[in-house]
């Protein structure tokens, strides 16, 4: 404690990091406060039904990563999500097509294009969602709309509205990452997540104390405990993104030589991060997207896949994040491409010919590695649901693993890594002075 009051004073010390702290805090603040003014025309008070529909299952989700803004109807209800979904089409674009790839190539001028094209293509998207969103609104608070108004001509502006507050968060975040401190969009994702956290954790408290069947104290410390090792995995995970350890790496790996010199092939444990399991919930919300405005009689199989702690959910989110795991490997790590670059730079692992041979052995110890990862992250993103055989709230579930967790741990190690360079940098100690968390060779930790 005492180190971390002395970390405080260090960076009030520094005066542009103690700028980029207000900045950033700033910012944040303007984003939350967002999240509380409602839609022109809505009466907040008459939004029981939709704040019921994102009490749990899918939409639950949807309301953690914008803060709670879906459930209020805010102007910000929308959230960042659109741009990611952008982002990550985008990156597949780049991966696919020729002239992506060239544009990729070009640095920096490339890669302010392929940012104007992810804008446009959100504009895009949000033209999409958007409309979809305030039918979803209607049909579950059609009393919501203030009298005078209908729904006909509150359509357009509020399309408008929403989109132009989805915009205005990226630009918060893009000057949070310029003038601040840490990814201002991972950040205001975190930010959104962890507004739920004080909420939830109360409501598990108070359900473990008043419950016939919640098991008291003895059953909280267990929970504390079982979600502590959680946030111990999910940073193995994300330490794991770096390249394969040294002591590992003769084992599993082999290594090279360049003019005599022995160096290690940059293969990693968990190359696809979290993106097998971002890519596996986009598909999960696709029936909630078919069926959300049909009946409610829906079948066991509809309904199961609408629930994301049943067991077919969860076996069908297993198999498509392990599926997606080896994709997303097989698309950003070419055996081919790296057995020329070591021959090209004579390069060569010993004991296996350099061409073919090699790229055959470098496939072979990459499906080694991502097997075993794929189920590690699949386990890290069903945890939610193990935690709700416990009984735990479905508010309070959601920190014991997902994205969420995972998005909580990368975003606060980077950040601290780029407090820890500022202080650094002007001959202050840090907080990650002992930490596995502390930069290693410049790799960032998220």
Not at 278 to 292: D, K, S, Y
Not at 374 to 386: E, G, N
Request: net charge positive; proline share 4%.
């Amino acid at each position: 404690m005492k180190k971390f009051i002395e970390t405080l004073k260090n960076c009030w010390k520094v005066e542009d990091l103690r700028m980029r702290l207000l900045i950033t805090i700033l910012f944040v603040a303007i984003y939350r406060f967002g999240s509380f003014v409602v839609l022109p025309g809505i009466n907040p008070a008459n939004l029981e039904k939709l704040q019921q529909q994102t009490a749990g299952g899918l939409m639950s989700l949807l309301d953690m990563f914008s803060g709670g803004a879906f459930s209020n109807a805010s102007i910000f209800a929308l959230g960042i999500m659109p741009y990611i979904s952008a982002s990550i089409v985008m990156q597949l674009v780049a991966i696919a097509v020729p002239s992506f790839q060239k544009m990729q190539r070009e640095g920096e001028s490339g890669r302010k294009k392929i940012m104007q094209y992810t804008r446009y293509l959100t504009v895009a998207i949000l033209l999409f969602q958007a409309p979809s969103y305030l039918m979803n609104l209607k049909m579950q608070s059609p009393g919501a709309l203030a009298s005078g108004l209908s729904w006909s001509e509150f359509m357009i502006p509020a399309t408008i509205i929403l989109a132009a507050g989805s915009m205005f968060i990226l630009w918060l975040g893009e000057r949070i990452t310029d003038k601040g401190v840490g990814n201002g969009i991972s950040l205001i994702i975190m930010i959104g997540i962890i507004a739920r956290l004080p909420q939830s954790f109360f409501q598990e408290v108070g359900s473990r104390f008043t419950a016939i069947t919640g098991g008291g104290l003895v059953m909280f410390i267990v929970e504390i405990l079982i979600l502590y090792a959680v946030v111990c995995a999910s940073i193995l995970l994300v330490q794991g993104t770096r390249k394969v350890p040294v002591q590992y790496a003769k084992k599993l790996v082999g290594n090279t030589q360049y003019g005599g010199a022995r160096q290690y092939i940059p293969l990693k444990l968990f190359a696809a991060n979290v993106m097998p399991i971002i890519f596996a919930q986009a598909l999960m919300f696709i029936p909630l997207a078919i069926v959300q405005y049909s009946s409610d009689n829906l079948g066991w199989f509809t309904r199961s896949l609408l629930d994301n702690r049943s067991l077919l959910y969860n076996v069908v989110y297993v198999l498509l994040i392990v599926a997606f795991t080896y994709f997303y490997t097989a698309i950003t790590l070419n055996p081919t491409q790296m057995a020329e670059d070591m021959k090209r730079n004579n390069g060569f692992i010993p004991g296996v010919r350099p061409g073919k041979d090699t790229a055959n052995y470098i496939e072979e110890i990459m499906s080694r590695l991502t097997l075993p990862g794929s189920l590690f992250i699949a386990f890290i993103a069903i945890m939610p649901a193990l935690a709700g055989l416990l009984n735990v709230q479905q508010g309070f579930s959601q920190f014991f693993g997902g994205t969420s967790l995972l998005i909580l741990v990368g975003v606060v190690i980077d950040t601290l890594q780029q407090i820890e360079s500022h202080l650094m940098m002007r001959h202050y100690d840090g907080l990650l002075n002992s930490g596995r968390t502390r930069p290693q060779n410049g790799i960032s930790a998220y």
